[in-house]
């Protein structure tokens, strides 16, 4: 399963790296402003989970995320992909992000269980690593964040973390419990987003 959590903590950091890149390219921030944009939505939601957890950020510890965040930026500036309108809603764009959140919602729910926190702490954990760091992103540039308004997409990562709590009190923490959650997730969020799915608001 470790090699399933690296190449999907990947894909989640150049969705997330994308996705802060574009909302910066918008609000018109210059250079220093793009980093920092991309860097809090694609690690932030990590760094907040780690130090919860009182361990060191994993993206701290590892290589990779910086490396896959400065290259997946690189690319997406010199392929000008930024340019094209809408981008955030193509399905490859939507199938990595919804993988991304996925992962995420998944890794943070199962540190939270090995750290032994309870359902609402698994809960918690499991939340704020997959929407953590587009929040962040969105109160630094004064924005409602996304997660508050955008088509059932903090719902999934809800979603995950009650399973896995359920999951946890029946001691069926698991490899197959594990890849279940996640494929149903993924289908979900993509039924979702297809069906234009959205919770309900008062008025």
Known sequence: MSNYFFFADIIGIIAFTISGFIVAMRKNLDILGILIASSLTALGGGVIRDAILSTTPFAFKSLYPALTLFL???????LKLYERESIERKWIFVLSDTIGLVAFSITGALLAIHAEYNFFGIVTISFITAVGGGVTRDVMIN????????DFYGSIAIIIAT?????DF????NEFSILTVGIFS?????????REWHLPKLS
């Open 170 to 173: 029946f001691d069926f923490v």
């Open 186 to 194: 993924i289908l979900l969020r993509l039924t979702a987003y297809k």
């Open 163 to 167: 399973a896995f709590g359920v999951l």
């Open 143 to 150: 924005e409602i964040p996304t997660v508050l308004t955008t």
């Open 72 to 78: 997946t930026m690189l690319i997406f500036y010199i």
